[in-house]
């Protein structure tokens, strides 16, 4: 039985909840709930804080796991990243007052407060830069009005935490992070294949939508052009006409353009229809 290992509260949780759903796997009713048995797919769920994800997975005694990005790589573990999940996404960077630094190198010998340690001394070492790394376990934007702190590093959103606490952020980020499947250093990728392609299933119905129209023949290549599809449309005859039925996958950010694109060359009964899980 694969068991993977899934936040249990942030907001990495409910979206790698609703992804799991969507993948047809079962889902605890009870937020109390910690351990999940799913018979039919032949899977455990371990629901757990989001920092410990990783390092279970790294044990071994998970096969698998959701977690971020920056958690995997503050956590040292030995697992490793397997498919990035298109959400939670986060960018890690250094905030300070004005004229206290303004590059990496400013940084040293000064004290640097963040919820992520070990991913800061990585990161400051492969600068050559020594600091005071300073953990705290949230609300590291405090720190420097309380004097625990000159620098702070913390995951940004818009900033605006970070402004209101009279700092600027400065250098380049330290990491662009988002949700990722992990598999751990024992878990090979056929013991984690069912799982891996039916999330890629439901990331890629995700970003497409299917389209359905009706051309007249002498307009078809025109309509082809503007859809050429994953791979190739599916273009039938409509019955008793010369007109054809054609069938493709269109990129969602691009539905409404290629709508109004397929009309202007000709096409008619243009339909769009939601996609749940794509295999390829």
């Keep these: 039985m694969l068991r993977i290992a899934v936040p249990n ?5 409910e979206p790698a909840v609703q992804l799991l759903k969507e993948a047809g796997y079962k889902q605890r009713r009870d937020p109390r709930e910690l351990v999940l048995v799913d018979s039919r797919n032949d899977v455990e769920f371990f629901f757990l804080r989001p ?7 790294g044990s071994g005694t998970v096969q698998a796991g959701i977690t971020g ?12 990243e397997h498919l990035e999940l298109g959400f939670g996404g986060s960018t890690f960077r250094y905030a300070a007052e ?14 640097v407060a963040t919820s992520y340690p070990h991913l800061v001394r990585t990161h400051l070492k492969s600068f050559g830069v020594e600091a005071d790394v300073v953990r705290l376990d949230g609300a590291v ?6 004097g625990v702190a000159d620098v702070v ?6 900033g605006t ?20 499947l992990i598999k751990g250093p024992d878990a090979t990728d056929e013991d984690i294949a069912v799982l891996t392609g039916r999330l890629r299933g439901v990331l890629m119905a995700r970003q497409y939508v299917l389209v359905d129209y009706d051309v007249p ?7 082809l052009n503007v859809t050429p599809g994953f791979e190739a449309p599916t273009v039938a005859p409509l019955h008793g006409s010369d007109w054809s039925a054609v069938r493709v996958m269109v990129p969602r950010v691009e539905m409404n353009h290629v709508m109004d694109a397929l009309y202007a060359v000709g096409a008619r009964a243009i339909l769009t229809t939601e996609l749940l899980a794509v295999r390829v």
């Design 51 to 57: 920092r410990d994800v990783a390092v279970y997975v």
């Design 217 to 223: 023949a002498d307009r078809l290549e025109d309509a």
């Design 98 to 111: 004005p004229g206290v630094a303004s590059r990496i190198e400013d940084i040293a010998g000064k004290r």
């Design 141 to 146: 934007e405090s720190s420097v009005r309380l």
């Design 69 to 80: 990005r920056d958690l995997l790589l503050d956590s040292a573990a030995p697992a490793s």
């Design 161 to 180: 935490t970070l402004r209101a606490a009279g700092l600027e952020i400065f250098g380049e980020p330290l990491l662009k992070s988002e949700a990722i």
């Design 9 to 13: 509260k942030g907001s990495l949780s």
């Design 153 to 158: 590093a913390d995951v940004v959103s818009t």
